[in-house]
Structures are given as C-alpha cells and as structure tokens.
C-alpha cells in the first residue's frame, strides 16, 4: 500500500466526473485542491460529510479551494447523489481502485471485529501538484473546518 506524506508529489490520475467529463489532475495544477476519498454515494457517513462540504462551499471557494469528491461508485451514481442533495462540486469516478490504490487509501478495515477492505475515509490538500496536508481523521459533521485548517 501507497502511503503518502506532506510534500510527496500528488499522484496523478485520469478519471471521469458525474457529467462523463475527463478530470486529470495535471490540469489542476494551478489550483488549490480538496480531493477527498469516501466509500459510497448516498450512505449516512458520506451524504452527512458531502452535505457538511456542500453547506460551506462558498467559504471553502473564497479561500481558494477546489472541490473533488472520489469513491468507487460510477458516474449514474454520482449523479443521483448531486442531485439529490444539490451538491455543487464534482464527484468522480474510480471503480477500478486505480486512483484509490494509488492513494493508499485502499485498505483493510475493521468494523465491529470483521475485516474487509474498503475505502478510508482521507482528504488530501494538494497546491502546485503538492500534498500539502493529509486529513486522515475525517469528521463528516465538520470536514469543511478540517480543511480550512
């Protein structure tokens, strides 16, 4: 397993948003970006950390911040999940793990003693293609705070 630290090059990566549009992190590099890995569209724990980015979205934009969500699931998957809880930035597409993986975010977990790999939870803050803070400890109530820090 990857496992990246503050001021690794972030990995790059190719991959489609909700509307089928090619997203590749190389032509993001002038941004600051929030690309925050989640397990699933539509599930508490996500919608409550997706909801919690959405309600501080234009906080987040007036200090300089893009936006990416990422998880396994596909791009009609992505798009019911905007839709249904109106929310104004991309969510994109790694169904085959590549980008998870590349991550590291890919892992084994633990949930009341059973084992099983899935997705953990991480942003990471990336400027000039530069992790430049990892939050591994997401708290989905107050994650736009986290990555104001």
Same mark, same amino acid.
């Given at each position: 397993?990857?496992?990246?630290?503050?001021?690794?090059?972030?990995?790059?990566?190719?991959?489609?948003?909700?509307?089928?549009?090619? +997203? @590749?992190?190389?032509?993001?590099?002038? &941004? *600051?970006?929030? %690309?925050? $890995?989640?397990?699933?569209? /539509?599930?508490?724990?996500?919608?409550?950390?997706?909801?919690?980015?959405?309600?501080?979205?234009?906080?987040?934009?007036?200090?300089?911040?893009?936006?990416?969500?990422?998880?396994?699931?596909? +791009? @009609?998957?992505?798009?019911?999940?905007? &839709? *249904?809880?109106? %929310?104004? $930035?991309?969510?994109?597409? /790694?169904?085959?793990?590549?980008?998870?993986?590349?991550?590291?975010?890919?892992?084994?977990?633990?949930?009341?003693?059973?084992?099983?790999?899935?997705?953990?939870?991480?942003?990471?803050?990336?400027? @000039?293609?530069?992790?430049?803070?990892?939050?591994?400890?997401?708290?989905?109530?107050?994650?736009?705070?986290?990555?104001?820090?």
């Amino acid at each position: 397993m990857t496992k990246l630290k503050i001021g690794d090059k972030a990995p790059d990566f190719t991959t489609m948003n909700q509307n089928g549009e090619t +997203v @590749k992190l190389k032509d993001l590099k002038g &941004k *600051k970006i929030a %690309l925050y $890995f989640y397990p699933q569209d /539509d599930t508490p724990t996500c919608t409550n950390q997706a909801c919690n980015l959405r309600d501080n979205y234009e906080m987040l934009l007036s200090k300089g911040f893009s936006v990416y969500g990422i998880s396994p699931d596909g +791009v @009609k998957d992505h798009v019911k999940f905007i &839709k *249904k809880f109106d %929310l104004p $930035f991309d969510l994109l597409t /790694d169904e085959n793990l590549e980008i998870a993986n590349k991550y590291g975010v890919w892992a084994e977990k633990v949930n009341f003693g059973r084992r099983y790999m899935g997705i953990v939870r991480t942003t990471f803050i990336i400027e @000039k293609g530069i992790i430049t803070n990892i939050i591994g400890k997401v708290f989905s109530q107050k994650h736009a705070g986290q990555i104001m820090k």
